[in-house]
């Protein structure tokens, strides 16, 4: 079990997304890290341990300007707790930042087909299998069409928050058999 959030509006992202962590560290908190899109790119912080330890790093998240972004605290299935292995997980162009609660059940499969075309693995994660297949779908420059035909690809439980380099307008999201809710304001 672990917590995700993601937040995108007109104000600072990393504060709200590390005080939304906080209260889902209940769900797990052997390590946490946010990605947020800046204007040079994605940004990911990532930090073992509690969300304390990301405020450290991130000066309760007031080193990074944007106002869109996702975070993630762990409680780890697969890999242990490392910094390298907390989320979220970019894949190998750095386009994609993804973050995961739940299990990828044929990550192994997924992770040989991926490896044979090419792509390098950081972590021991399930988790980095998904934002790597959005890499390799994503070549016609569709977010939408890569999201879907990964989520066709994966078995198990999974939220996700998705963030792509090629849109910074817009924070994604994915579910099945894993909660996640939506909350709108003006
Ligand atoms: N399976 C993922 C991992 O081990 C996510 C675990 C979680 O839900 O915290 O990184």
């Known amino acids: 079990m672990c917590g995700i959030i993601g937040f995108t509006g ?24 946010i ?16 969300i304390d330890n990301l405020r450290g790093i991130t000066n309760n998240g ?16 697969h890999g242990k707790p490392s910094d390298v292995n907390s989320h979220p ?3 190998m162009n750095g386009k994609f930042a993804v973050v995961h609660n739940g299990i990828i059940e044929n990550f192994g499969r997924l992770k040989e087909i991926l490896i044979s075309k090419g792509f390098k693995f950081q ?11 959005l890499e390799y779908y994503y070549r016609d420059g569709n977010i939408l069409h890569a999201i879907a035909r990964t989520m066709n690809a994966v078995e198990g439980s999974y939220a996700l928050g998705i963030l792509c380099d ?4 817009h924070l994604y999201c994915a579910k099945k058999d894993s909660p996640l809710i ?5």
């Open 89 to 91: 997980h970019v894949s």
């Open 123 to 133: 972590s021991e994660t399930d988790t980095e299998v998904v934002a790597h297949m």
């Open 166 to 169: 090629d849109d910074p307008d």
């Open 35 to 50: 990605a947020c899109m800046s204007k040079g790119g994605i940004t990911v912080s990532k930090a073992v341990g509690r």
């Open 62 to 77: 007031s080193t990074i300007n944007s106002t869109m972004g996702i975070g993630h605290t762990r409680w780890a299935t």
């Open 10 to 33: 007109c104000l600072q992202a990393a504060p709200i997304l590390l005080n939304g962590l906080q209260k889902l560290e209940y769900r797990g908190y052997d390590s946490a890290g």
């Open 182 to 186: 939506i909350g709108l304001n003006d």
